[in-house]
């Protein structure tokens, strides 16, 4: 059973303290999702947590195991991290560069096992993107090439899930089509821990909501139980209407 | 599919080809069985000499050199994740001859001749490591190569004070023909001696490939892959240092080579990286192999130099390559 736990986490950037104290435990079979206003210290909480980001003090364990003491590829091998800003360097293929996510197995694009080449297929089906294998990514549209980065997160074969803003710049639909992505992940008993900005959609898909201010973490629970209107106005200074999981947005508080 | 298959066997064998022909051809033509008896020692003593002491030497260093910067120049361009980075574009050529010149300048090289090539290959890593220093400061590659461009110029400037105080015309022709670049009268005991370097570097860079194809998504997104970013970083430097600085000990500075050979190889690798590597390479040591028997055979007055050729060839690839590049993520 592997589970993503931070303790008391710090990250200091700059003489300041971004990120003050945080404690979160991802488990399999929960979709997890962090919110917070921009700047709230998000994107420096996952990085720290999977270890890329030095922290300056709290502990992360991965599947009970200090993360800093997993090497890059032991860790690769438990969590699978999808980054906010996904460049590509060059027009590759959609299959290699699904095969990418194999690293951590020894793989590279044209050299992969069976193991790899059955992980990289199932990624392909999952995101629905077997007929575009052989396009280039240069010709995609922005919601296939959003399937196209899950793919390369869910070949990996991970049972954890990091992912940074996922459905940014997508239309509504392409929005759905990536979350039901996860919600299938993780019914199949992965583990998901997703930052999104849209509320609504944070509500309709997560298990539980963890809501950071100010580096530190406010309020974490169901949508149910932590989505107030009250907390919107505090956290993010909007006026809202909120009805179990559905939120309607008014305006400025 | 296949013909990202046969690229390789098919290069391998225009890389043969191209040194067989190189054997063949010069100012006094040989038959290809003069030639193969040659090579098996058993043709006339003059035969033997321009075979193996003249044109066989000649080539093998031209291709050697081809082989070490356009693999330099496919790893840069991966770890640095834009077609134009180059070892000459990036300062490291211009470094390890500005480092062979001073041995020169000051009489040092003949005091040993390993001295000459240390200096080269320490100089192509001095580059290389300043070149990964700033790119750990910044993320955008136009400064990295405006940073090479900053060295080279540098590099030539000291170059052109060397020159200028130049005791006798002796070491100016010297350090004449290490600026335009050329492998004339290369021995295959010059070659021994860069072999050992020009080796290690291609090693580190084959085994670090695997990296560079991660990065084609970002350095965030390979270091989650799993990609030692540090390692990776250290690796390339160090491979494409020891690699370019041995082909500058051999020959000078040549340009550009770098980066055509690796452009017209991409896209038959589906745009890999790791797979660019060795065709990039083989296909720079068949370039300047036949462009070196086109400077060899060309009815001018003077021998033209290979480093002035591949400029001539290069450096307008290099502004067609850069005028295609999309404006994106730089």
Redesign the interface.
């Known amino acids: 059973m592997t589970e993503l736990r931070l303790c008391d986490l710090v990250v200091r950037r700059d003489g300041t303290d971004r990120v003050r104290g945080v404690s979160l435990v991802v488990s399999p079979g929960e979709l997890v999702v962090l919110l917070g206003p921009n700047g709230a210290g998000k994107t420096l909480t996952l990085r720290a947590g999977?270890g890329?980001e030095a922290a300056q003090a709290g502990t992360t364990l991965l599947g009970g195991k200090d993360t800093s003491r997993l090497?890059?590829?032991q860790?690769?091998?438990r969590v699978?991290?999808?980054?906010q800003?996904?460049?590509?360097?060059?027009?590759?293929?959609v299959e290699?560069?699904v095969a990418?996510?194999r690293?951590?197995y020894g793989a590279?694009?044209?050299r992969l096992s069976e193991a790899d080449s059955a992980a990289v297929e199932a990624a392909l089906v999952a995101c629905q993107i077997e007929a575009l294998r052989h396009r280039?990514a240069?010709t995609l549209s922005g919601g296939e090439l959003a399937r196209v980065h899950c793919a390369?997160a869910f070949a990996?074969g991970a049972p954890l899930m990091v992912a940074d803003e996922p459905v940014a710049a997508l239309d509504p639909r392409h929005q759905f089509r990536v979350m039901d992505l996860f919600r299938t992940f993780v019914s199949k008993g992965g583990g998901a821990l997703v930052v999104l900005h849209d509320i609504a959609l944070a509500a309709r898909f997560a298990d539980r909501l963890i809501w950071m201010q100010a580096g530190q973490v406010v309020a974490a629970g169901s949508p149910e139980e932590t989505l107030t209107a009250a907390r919107l106005a505090d956290i993010y200074g909007v006026r809202a209407r909120v009805e179990g999981r559905s939120v309607e947005m008014l305006g400025f508080a | 599919m296949t013909v990202s298959r046969l690229l390789v066997p098919g290069l391998v064998l225009a890389a043969v080809l191209s040194l067989g022909l190189a054997c063949l051809a010069g100012s006094t033509p040989m038959a290809p069985g003069r030639v193969l008896a040659a090579l098996a020692g058993q043709a006339s003593p003059a035969d033997q000499v321009v075979v193996w002491q003249i044109r066989l030497p000649r080539a093998l260093a031209a291709f050697a050199v081809g082989l070490a910067l356009g693999g330099s120049g496919a790893a840069l361009q991966g770890l640095l994740?834009?077609p134009l980075a180059e070892p000459g574009v990036l300062g490291v050529s211009a470094s390890a001859a500005l480092a062979a010149t001073f041995t020169l300048y000051f009489g040092f090289a003949a005091h040993a001749p390993f001295i000459l090539p240390l200096a080269a290959i320490g100089g192509a890593l001095l580059a290389t490591g300043l070149i990964a220093l700033a790119a750990l400061r910044t993320r955008s590659v136009v400064t990295l190569i405006l940073i090479g461009v900053g060295l080279s110029s540098f590099s030539a400037a000291l170059m052109s004070l060397m020159m200028n105080l130049a005791p006798n015309p002796f070491s100016l022709s010297d350090m004449v023909s290490w600026m335009l670049g050329s492998v004339a009268n290369r021995s295959l005991e010059d070659l021994a001696r860069i072999l050992p370097f020009l080796v290690a570097g291609l090693v580190l860079l084959w085994i670090s490939?695997?990296g560079l194809?991660?990065?084609?998504?970002?350095e965030?997104?390979a270091?989650?892959?799993?990609?030692?970013l540090v390692r990776q970083r250290l690796a390339v430097v160090l491979g494409a240092g020891l690699a370019t600085g041995a082909a500058v000990a051999l020959a000078g500075t040549i340009g550009f080579i770098g980066i055509v050979a690796p452009h017209l190889v991409?896209p038959l690798t589906?745009?890999?990286?790791?797979?660019s590597l060795l065709p990039a390479g083989l296909l720079g040591g068949v370039l300047l192999v036949l462009a070196d028997l086109g400077v060899r055979t060309l009815p001018t007055s003077v021998e033209l130099n290979l480093g002035v050729v591949a400029a001539l060839i290069g450096a307008p690839a290099f502004a067609w390559i850069a005028a295609q590049r999309?404006t994106g993520?730089d």
């Open positions: 999977l890329i090497s890059a590829l860790r690769a091998r699978a991290y999808l980054p800003s996904r460049p590509l360097a060059w027009p590759s293929r290699d560069l990418l996510g690293f951590a590279a694009p044209g280039r240069d390369r990996a | 994740r834009n490939r695997r194809s991660a990065l084609t998504l970002g965030e997104a270091s989650g892959l799993g990609v030692d991409r589906a745009h890999d990286p790791a797979r999309r993520h």
